[in-house]
């Protein structure tokens, strides 16, 4: 037994539920907790960690590669550019909350297990799926293969299973082997488990005070059972280091244990000073170092958990198992199989293809192939700029903006017109009943290029500039003078995107995927979050309808919101039923939404 390096504990999010995992490089620490939050940090000290709301509670993250993928309590998964945080679309929709992901090895699919009983294998590029159905409980824990054969599910029924991803076959179910209960809040144990990482050899399952360890394809019995008299309480979740050599179980009164698998000897234990449940654990790729936290919100960190003299290598390396299988002579241009001739420049990035020989070895194994492949033959690889870029938001009833006279609203109430010339700006508004109000002239000094307008109000946002932030500007017609004015402006790294009236509010759909209601008295009284970057607003009385980009794919959803005073409800969303890559539009004069296909 060795001495642990511990670093002081800090907090990370609000208590509750909070969950950790380094990502692929050792760089960063993700983090999600019971306020809604998602932060991303560059040490266990840093002091202004990356954060992003992405709803009121974070139930479950998964990331790997550029890839990192958000359960929340809208019901949905989504996934997010990584480490920047920018909303890529969304990967999954349950009837009610996700509670756990795991990511394969690639990152092109993630098993997602939900409130619901069911769980979800899904591909993170189209959000296309496999319905995996049997369990009577909410899902508590999953895991996908390293192999990408299986996926394994835990759930508050008590049970645990194997599936095989192929076909969604129910592979083997161990029944009465966790703890029962109807709901996450209730139950005793998170029951997170965890394949072996690299081969995918056993599947652990905590079980109690002890870590029940399954080997592949051997499913009755298990095959190991990682117990120890330290360990006083439940063990609830679980994590193997990137070597595969060790394993580490977090307690639900703090306790932090980590055993050699080979031996099932106790390597190391930590002891929270405060028995608060562990509810997340996760390795450092390179290093024997361990990061936690607990449901306070409290993350830690521990260093050195494996002692250096018993050491295997914890980064990527050659398994022994290809080691045996290609000889000790191997070489890493061995591994690739490309020369220089076989490498290929495409917009800056470069692809290997490999060099199939003429010798009698390669022909007699591969069947006779030639030495090159037809170009014609020869796939190009899907480059970023290749890919479905999502709609940009755009304003109904308005002409392009480069326009030096243009309609920035033409609707059934009037229209606002705006001139651009060398020596001012200016916006004239006139109705089409002259009895609602006089026509207006605006001066546009701050170069206003969203308008909206009702019998009520007009409506006008700005873009962001160097030396001003994004402003919302709102003319009042029913005040007694006539005349009365409000502004507000967009808080930082915030802009106007589209903008609408209804009856006695407003509302400015921004480029935070933010909904921002205000009565027509300047008052901000409502605040709703989009799954996606917005495509347009449009109101018409207490109702308010919002279409938004759902993901990379090119597809389009919608919400239909009810305004009340002081707050927004959603009547009915889901996906428009569009072909992908559709473009929505709006042709003035007439309220209709218009769809034109490329």
């Not at 449901?295 to 960190?301: A, E, F, K, S, T």
């Not at 076989?342 to 070895?361: H, I, Y």
């Amino acid at each position: 037994m060795t001495s642990l390096v511990v670093h002081p504990v800090r907090f990370s999010h609000c208590e509750g539920l909070t969950l950790v995992e380094y990502d692929s490089t050792g760089q960063y620490i993700v983090t999600g907790g019971a306020d809604g939050d998602v932060r991303v940090w560059e040490e266990i000290e840093d002091e202004s960690p990356n954060s992003l709301q992405v709803g009121e509670c974070v139930y479950g993250i998964a990331v790997r590669g550029t890839t990192l993928l958000v359960a929340a309590d809208d019901n949905t998964v989504k996934a997010y550019s990584f480490p920047e945080l920018n909303i890529d679309g969304q990967v999954a929709r349950f009837p009610s909350s996700a509670l756990s992901i795991d990511l394969n090895s690639d990152s092109s699919f993630a098993v997602i297990g939900a409130s619901d009983f069911t769980a979800k294998i899904c591909s993170v590029e189209d959000g296309s799926y496999k319905l995996l159905t049997g369990h009577s409980g909410p899902i508590l824990g999953v895991s996908y293969d390293p192999a990408d054969v299986y996926v394994a599910t835990s759930s508050c029924d008590g049970s645990a299973r194997v599936w095989r991803v192929a076909d969604k076959s129910l592979v083997h179910c161990w029944s009465q082997l966790l703890p029962k209960s109807n709901d996450l809040d209730l139950n005793k144990s998170l029951s997170r488990l965890a394949w072996q990482r690299k081969t995918g050899k056993y599947l652990a399952i905590p079980v109690g005070k002890s870590i029940k360890l399954y080997a592949r394809d051997c499913w009755g019995e298990p095959s190991s059972d990682l117990t120890e008299a330290r360990v006083d309480s439940a063990l609830s979740v679980v994590a193997w280091s990137y070597c595969g050599a060790y394993l580490a179980a977090a307690s639900l009164t703090g306790g932090v244990f980590v055993w050699h698998v080979a031996t099932g000897e106790l390597i190391n234990h930590h002891r929270h000073k405060k028995p608060h449940p562990i509810c997340g654990l996760s390795w450092h790729p390179d290093r024997y170092t361990l990061v936690f936290t607990d449901v306070q919100g409290n993350l830690g960190c521990l260093s050195e958990v494996v002692p250096p003299s018993a050491a295997e290598p914890q980064g990527s390396h050659i398994d022994a198992e290809l080691a045996d299988m290609w000889g000790e002579d191997l070489e890493d241009d061995d591994l690739i199989g490309m020369d220089k001739s076989c490498v290929r420049e495409s917009d800056g990035v470069k692809f290997a293809l490999p060099r199939v020989t003429d010798d009698d070895d390669s022909n007699d194994f591969l069947g006779g192939v030639a030495e090159t492949v037809p170009e014609d033959r020869l796939v190009t690889p899907l480059l970023p700029h290749d890919l479905p870029r999502p709609q940009p938001a755009f304003q109904p009833g308005s002409t392009p903006t480069h326009l030096t006279s243009r309609f920035m609203v033409y609707n059934s109430v009037g229209t606002v017109i705006s001139y651009t010339e060398e020596d001012s700006n200016s916006i004239d508004i006139e109705f089409h009943d002259v009895a609602t109000h006089h026509p207006l002239h605006v001066n546009n000094s701050l170069d206003y290029s969203l308008a909206a307008l009702s019998v009520d109000a007009a409506l006008f946002a700005s873009e962001t500039r160097e030396d001003l932030p994004s402003q919302l500007m709102c003319l009042t017609f029913t005040g007694w003078d006539n005349s009365r004015e409000w502004r507000t402006q967009m808080p930082e790294r915030e802009e106007v995107a589209a903008c609408c009236l209804g009856d006695r509010w407003a509302a400015a759909a921004t480029s935070r995927q933010l909904i921002r209601l205000f009565s027509l008295a300047g008052i901000q009284t409502g605040l709703h979050l989009l799954a996606g970057p917005v495509v347009t607003v449009s109101g018409c009385g207490p109702r308010c309808l919002v279409t938004y980009n759902t993901g990379v794919t090119g597809c389009l959803g919608y919400k239909f919101l009810r305004v009340a005073p002081r707050s927004l409800r959603c009547l009915d969303s889901g996906p428009l039923p569009l072909s992908p890559m559709s473009q929505l539009s709006l042709s003035p004069p007439h309220a209709f939404y218009m769809i034109s296909c490329e």
